[in-house]
């Protein structure tokens, strides 16, 4: 089977992690879009459709995010919790997929929303079977709920045409 129109976004700063990762999902069956963002910062950016991510042509909202809790700067649980704010964006299917970390690691993640906890294994053929069944379930079975681009504030308000002038917007 093949997984095409579903659009997976991996935060993960282990870049050969991300890198075996991206290769087992293609071995069964995802083709495009995985889109890899390495901090918790610029996955903000992307799902806010903001900067570099502006055009959702290329940068689609994903359908399930693969999300490390090892991030440089803000952590992944701190991501999480961000994203189960967003009224728009707080459905979006979340799998934990990370290094053993503390004994409470997993209790707060699933406090947080995230869907399914999984520890990174330590062979290529382990994670080939952890994508085929997680492929399976969440893009072949499961129906993902309905995202829209969320609308942010921080888009700053144009100057209007008033009489003779201008008004510029205040802060």
Same mark, same amino acid.
């Given at each position: 089977m093949s997984y095409v129109h579903h659009t997976i976004l991996m935060v993960d700063s282990d870049e050969d992690m991300a890198h075996f990762t991206l290769l087992a999902l293609q071995r069964v069956g995802v083709i495009t879009?995985?889109?890899i963002v390495r901090t918790a910062e610029e996955a903000i950016d992307y799902l806010k459709g903001v900067g570099q991510y502006q055009d959702r042509e290329s940068f689609?909202?994903?359908? =399930? +995010?693969l999300l490390d809790l090892q991030l440089p700067s803000m952590?992944?649980? @701190? +991501?999480?919790? $961000?994203?189960? #704010? @967003?009224?728009?964006?707080?459905?979006?299917?979340?799998?934990?997929? &990370?290094?053993?970390g503390p004994d409470n690691q997993i209790e707060r993640a699933?406090?947080?929303?995230?869907?399914? /906890?999984?520890? *990174?294994?330590?062979? /290529?053929?382990t994670l080939l079977v952890m994508m #085929?069944?997680?492929?399976?379930? $969440?893009?072949?079975?499961? +129906?993902?709920? #309905?995202?829209?681009? %969320?609308?942010?504030?921080? &888009?700053?308000? *144009?100057?209007? @045409?008033?009489?003779?002038?201008? =008004?510029? %917007? &205040?802060?």
């Open positions: 879009p995985v889109q689609p909202l994903p359908v =399930l +995010l952590s992944g649980l @701190e +991501l999480l919790a $961000w994203l189960r #704010q @967003e009224p728009v964006l707080n459905r979006a299917p979340v799998i934990v997929l &990370t290094q053993p699933y406090e947080l929303g995230c869907n399914s /906890f999984l520890v *990174k294994p330590a062979s /290529f053929n #085929q069944a997680l492929v399976q379930y $969440w893009l072949g079975l499961n +129906l993902p709920p #309905q995202l829209t681009t %969320p609308r942010y504030a921080s &888009t700053l308000p *144009k100057a209007v @045409e008033a009489g003779a002038g201008t =008004l510029e %917007p &205040t802060a």
